[in-house]
């Protein structure tokens, strides 16, 4: 089956940054929209980014757009996550997921993604 392996995760100091990589094998890579996650401590899983197949359509959570970027390089099968500006409520264990659908170009739900890591750790400290 698909796996998925993130990369990259570690503690920063408010308004560093962190980039995130999330290797993917087991699939024809570029036949798959890429998400990220993120879930915090007590709270539910949320949305934070993703990017269609080819990598030009992208969206982003609001708590995130301006200071998150999402890419993907289809010749390495890698889609990574470069964080800026972080914030201690970025603080979360971050997953990215894999998607095969076809009708939607850039999945933001968790349930149209079958496919999971099984995460890094991303802590900011204030």
């Known amino acids: 089956q698909v796996q998925l392996v993130e990369s990259g995760g570690g503690l920063v100091q408010t308004g560093g940054s962190l980039r995130l990589s999330c290797a993917a094998s087991?699939?024809?890579?570029?036949?798959?929209?890429m998400g990220w996650f993120r879930q915090a401590p007590g709270k539910e899983r949320e949305f934070v980014a993703a990017?269609?197949?080819?990598?030009?359509?992208?969206y982003y959570a609001h708590s995130v757009k301006g200071r998150f970027t999402i890419s993907r390089d289809n010749a390495k099968n890698t889609v990574y996550l470069q964080m800026n500006s972080l914030e201690p409520e970025d603080t979360a264990v971050y997953y990215c997921?894999?998607?095969?659908?076809?009708?939607?170009?850039?999945?933001?739900?968790?349930?149209?993604?079958?496919?999971w890591g099984q995460g890094t750790q991303v802590t900011v400290s204030s």
């Open positions: 990017i269609s197949r080819s990598g030009g359509n992208t």
């Open positions: 087991r699939l024809t890579f570029s036949s798959y929209a």
């Open positions: 997921a894999a998607s095969a659908l076809s009708q939607v170009v850039v999945p933001t739900r968790a349930a149209l993604y079958p496919s």
